[in-house]
T-cell receptor, first 109, second 116 residues
Framework: KNEVEQSPQNLTAQEGEFITINCSYSVGISALHWLQQHPGGGIVSLFMLSSGKKKHGRLIATINIQEKHSSLHITASHPRDSAVYICAVKETSGSRLTFGEGTQLTVNP | GAVVSQHPSWVICKSGTSVKIECRSLDFQATTMFWYRQFPKQSLMLMATSNEGSKATYEQGVEKDKFLINHASLTLSTLTVTSAHPEDSSFYIC????????????FGPGTRLLVL
């Protein structure tokens, strides 16, 4: 069992739909990252959370430390949101990140 | 925001040659940088942790003599793939920690290596 699990693995949506990607983890963490990777490969850090909720534009990220679960929401999805979304956690001890396998999102016009 | 650059963005080389990839933190000092490798359809795999002024710490299964890491300054870490072979073809990504903020990592855009 992976320490970080994402669901779904693949997600196809129509433009305008509300999207949710989930991340569950099994270790104690000090922070959780949501990353976006476009087809060209470059990675953009979307959020870094240690508690509560953050919002940036159409993106919202929440984390429940007790339940060891985080969600990434995209409102009014757009084809340019098509990318792989990766959840990564920084364990309480050490400096390394542990990555989920990613969620491939495709938003069709 | 903090910016991390990588150079080159892509490289094609012949089998047996060595390739150097640079990772720079452009507007902050990074005492710690990480090197990752990503194969198609897979997630990032940590190769090594690079600490300024000291030897890198390699993950299990990563050959330190094949993947040479040098972190000679607070803004530059290099990864040299020595005697590259086709199986080394991959996407290499670095990230940098800003100061002592271990929770915050800034990622470079990646370097795509193709070994013929």
């Amino acid at each position: 069992k992976n320490e970080v699990e994402q669901s779904p693995q693949n997600l196809t949506a129509q433009e305008g739909e509300f999207i949710t990607i989930n991340c569950s983890y099994s270790v104690g963490i000090s922070a959780l990252h949501w990353l976006q990777q476009h087809p060209g490969g470059g990675i953009v850090s979307l959020f870094m959370l240690s508690s509560g909720k953050k919002k940036h534009g159409r993106l919202i990220a929440t984390i429940n430390i007790q339940e060891k679960h985080s969600s990434l929401h995209i409102t009014a999805s757009h084809p340019r949101d098509s990318a792989v979304y990766i959840c990564a956690v920084k364990e309480t001890s050490g400096s390394r990140l542990t990555f989920g396998e990613g969620t491939q999102l495709t938003v069709n016009p | 925001g903090a910016v991390v650059s990588q150079h080159p963005s892509w490289v094609i080389c012949k089998s047996g040659t060595s390739v150097k990839i640079e990772c720079r933190s452009l507007d902050f000092q990074a005492t710690t940088m990480f090197w990752y490798r990503q194969f198609p359809k897979q997630s990032l795999m940590l190769m090594a942790t690079s600490n300024e002024g000291s030897k890198a710490t390699y993950e299990q299964g990563v050959e330190k003599d094949k993947f040479l890491i040098n972190h000679a300054s607070l803004t530059l870490s290099t990864l040299t793939v020595t005697s590259a072979h086709p199986e080394d073809s991959s996407f290499y990504i670095c990230s940098a920690i800003r100061g002592a903020r271990w929770e915050t990592q800034y990622f470079g855009p990646g370097t795509r290596l193709l070994v013929l």
